[in-house]
């Protein structure tokens, strides 16, 4: 996306005084990145309307900041969007499905589900037989699974313009900005990082003051790349919380179909993947009807 140019404006003084007299400075007025990225979110949008399936792999890492605690799970994303009627938003549908875990030098097989399948939404546990159902939107409404500060996973995808810029000031930032050592990150995990959203194009949120947002977040920053065909990609998210902790969603090999493409083995998402269905006895379940309003709800 092309950055606007500096304008040099100079400063014109009329005056009578001989020709000799000194000229005013000259004033550098640098590009407004708060303009560019309202661009760029466009950009985005734009990208993502005809956005059908998206796959790949997530690496989810929090780090504490108290304690310099580090949890990180691994496994697949998987996304959807079906086309709805004239005016009205596509039917999400969304599923993270983890399978290891690490904490400290310790590396363990876990199973652990989060699924949105366009009313409830579920966490399933199965080491722990544990299920939990939550209905976060009424019957017959839509709901976006993925609007930061309401979902999970502070996943950049489907995100509206008006939407992000209602809550957030956006900022276009350097690639590496934000990843420095030191803020949750140590030299060889921030050079890694970096090495990671290397060519990137990174934008900055920052929660207004008084929005819900503000109570989850200090800033927010989503990183994207380009595909073959020139699409946006999203590559990295960070957030940090008023208490410090960082997160940091990393998604990987993304594939994507959008409309009029054909689907192939690789875009393809099992249906047992976005399957909600309650699981029978031998399992702890919870159930929660709709409750009057959306409640923000948790990630791992």
Not at 25 to 33: A, E, K
Not at 176 to 205: C, N, Y
Request: charged residues 25%; aromatic residues 8%; hydrophobic residues 40%.
């Amino acid at each position: 996306m092309p950055i606007l140019k500096a304008l040099l404006l100079l400063a014109c003084v009329p005056s009578s005084a001989p020709a000799m007299q000194p000229q005013p400075p000259q004033v550098q007025v640098l590009p407004d990145r708060s303009t560019e990225a309202a661009k760029f979110l466009d950009e985005l949008e734009r990208a993502d309307a005809g956005l059908r399936r998206l796959v790949g792999e997530i690496k989810y890492q929090r780090t504490f900041d108290l304690v310099g605690d580090r949890q990180t799970r691994y496994g697949r994303i998987a996304y959807t969007a079906e086309p709805a009627s004239e005016g009205a938003p596509p039917a999400r549908k969304f599923a993270v499905l983890f399978d290891r875990f690490e904490i400290g030098s310790v590396v363990r097989n876990e199973e652990k589900a989060y699924i949105f399948d366009g009313q409830w939404l579920v966490e399933r546990i199965p080491g722990e037989k544990l299920f939990k159902k939550h209905e976060v939107v009424p019957p017959g409404e839509k709901f976006d699974p993925l609007r930061l500060g309401q979902g999970p996973f502070p996943i950049p995808i489907g995100q509206r313009r008006a939407d992000i810029l209602e809550r957030f000031t956006a900022d276009l930032a350097p690639a590496e900005s934000g990843l420095e050592p030191g803020d949750a990150l140590s030299e060889a995990d921030a050079s890694a990082v970096r090495d990671f959203v290397s060519g990137t194009t990174q934008i900055k949120l920052v929660p207004r003051d008084g929005v819900p947002e503000a109570e989850d977040f200090r800033e927010v920053r989503l990183w994207y790349t380009r595909d073959a065909s020139g699409r946006w990609l999203p590559r990295l998210a960070r957030t940090i919380n008023p208490s410090g902790d960082s997160t940091l969603v990393f998604l990987i090999n993304v594939r994507t179909l959008h409309a009029g493409e054909t689907p192939t083995a690789e875009t393809s998402i099992p249906a047992s993947m976005l399957d909600t269905t309650t699981p029978g006895e031998g399992w702890d379940v919870s159930i929660q009807r709709w409750a009057g309003k959306a409640e923000p709800f948790g990630g791992p």
